[in-house]
């Protein structure tokens, strides 16, 4: 039995969902843990290409079940498109679980227009999904959970009680308002199409950890714009941390066998924040090309930069990774130097570890360098075949992350992967 926590140790799309469907051919369990539709996980195996937002990449084993779990944020609408691609018969268990928050039409728009009045250097960069606005609400006490769908009066009742307050907030920005006829109705539409599937989750995973089954818990995001400790305000409304895996899936944290910390071979991020060691030259460039960096949700171009140790020192700390997925090692392939920051200076100090948002602002990369391998390890599929350069800078994160390397990931399909013995 083992009980895993895939969590991105970086500024999100290390690689997660590729990752994710790798290890759920053996899994009997995946849970989504937190966040909503802003994730965009991509997904390469026999049944196509898929960019999933909030469906889990469990989805392709048809003998797992896929859990949308307690601390997920949930637009009915964008998961109906979503499984409209997915083949039917994998659709069979799939289960939301009832404490799950409804994302709703105005908190799209209003996550659009608060992000809309802020200054240039404030901008978060949301993916415009509604994500913080119903995460407040669930945090106020007045949002609204999956549950309330399958029992139309509460349902009413409460949004009898948040509406007022929103409509305001609608008409501060110029926007639409709702009636609460017309948003039962949006529900009664989603309680028709999603009700048999929203149950109470914690017999299903309570059953599958007392009979020892292997469940994965996939995270959202990661670590830099975990709520408390990522990059605030530059950060999601929810935990991708391993302990915000425990706390929103439903699993003691004594139950967690591994938390793998899945690291993309350099860095990337997508929306506002500091970002250390962000490259604006030829390099930067040659990883949005060869890495192909554009955001699987909004299609917008990742910024890009070399290997930060700070950040995975500190993210590594925090979730305690036990195993690191290197993901993306054959985008470096034609890069004849690579570079990794090992510390940061500000204003003539060097910080080791890392300091808050605004001092990551200011802060210059120290950089050590290592040499490239100059050749394609796309077919590599055992650790002795890999170039014995691509080794040493596989052994060298592994020595920074403080954690064993577990996979190599050399390609986005299902079996260009490597695992360690
Ligand atoms: P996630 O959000 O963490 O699941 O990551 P994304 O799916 O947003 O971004 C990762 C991108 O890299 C996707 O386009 C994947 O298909 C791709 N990918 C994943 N692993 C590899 C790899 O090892 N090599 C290459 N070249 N691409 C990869
Ligand atoms: P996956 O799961 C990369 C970023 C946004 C923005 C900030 C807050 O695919 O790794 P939000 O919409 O959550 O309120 O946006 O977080 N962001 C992501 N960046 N990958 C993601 O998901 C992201 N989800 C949100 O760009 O800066
Ligand atoms: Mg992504």
Not at 149 to 156: D, G, S
């Amino acid at each position: 039995m083992s009980v895993v926590s895939i969590v991105g140790a970086q500024w999100g799309d290390e690689g997660k969902g590729r990752i994710v469907d790798y290890l759920a051919q053996k899994s009997d369990l995946v849970i989504r843990y937190q966040g909503g539709d802003n994730a965009g996980h991509t997904v390469v195996n026999d049944f196509g290409k898929f960019a999933l937002h909030i469906i889990p990449s469990g989805i392709f084993n048809d003998e797992c079940t896929s859990i949308v779990g307690a601390g997920t944020v949930v637009n009915f609408d964008t998961m109906a498109k979503e499984l409209e691609a997915i083949p039917e018969h994998l659709q069979k268990n799939l289960f939301i679980d009832y404490r799950a928050h409804l994302i709703l039409p105005f908190h799209c728009l209003l996550d659009g227009a608060e992000e809309a009045k802020k200054s240039g250097h404030w901008k978060v960069g949301t993916t415009k999904r509604g994500i913080g606005p119903c995460y407040s609400d669930k945090a106020a006490r007045c949002g609204i959970r999956a549950v309330e769908l399958l029992n139309p009066e509460i349902l009413k009742d409460r949004l009898e009680m948040l509406l007022p307050k929103k409509n305001r907030d609608l008409e501060y920005y110029g926007l639409k308002t709702f009636t609460v006829e017309e948003l039962m109705e949006l529900c009664e539409k989603w309680r028709e199409r999603f009700g048999k599937q929203i149950v109470d989750t914690l017999p299903i995973i309570r059953n599958a950890v007392e009979e020892g089954k292997n469940i994965l818990l996939e995270g959202q995001l990661g670590v830099m714009r975990d709520l408390d400790w990522g990059i605030y305000p530059y950060s999601t409304s929810s935990n991708p941390t391993s302990g915000g895996a425990c706390n929103t899936s439903g699993i003691s944290a004594k139950k967690l066998d591994e938390v793998i910390g899945v690291v993309k071979a350099y860095s990337t991020s997508v929306g506002g924040g500091p970002f250390v060691t962000e490259l604006f030259d030829e390099d930067g460039k040659k990883f949005q090309n060869i890495g192909n960096e554009f955001g699987a949700t909004t299609g917008r171009p990742r910024r890009c930069g070399w290997f930060d140790a700070v950040a995975l020192d500190y993210s590594s700390y925090l979730n305690g990774f036990t195993q690191l997925a290197i993901t993306k090692l054959d985008v470096l392939d034609s890069f004849l130097k690579i570079k990794i920051c090992t510390a940061y200076e500000i204003d003539g100090e060097t910080y080791s570890q890392l300091p808050e948002t605004s001092m990551q602002e200011k802060a210059k990369p120290v950089y050590e360098e290592m040499d490239g391998w100059m050749c394609d390890t796309t077919g590599v599929r055992k650790w002795e075949d890999l170039p014995e350069n691509a080794q040493k800078y596989v052994r060298r994160l592994e020595e920074l992350g403080g954690a064993k390397v577990k996979y190599v990931s050399v390609g986005p399909e299902r079996d260009q992967i490597i695992v360690m013995k």
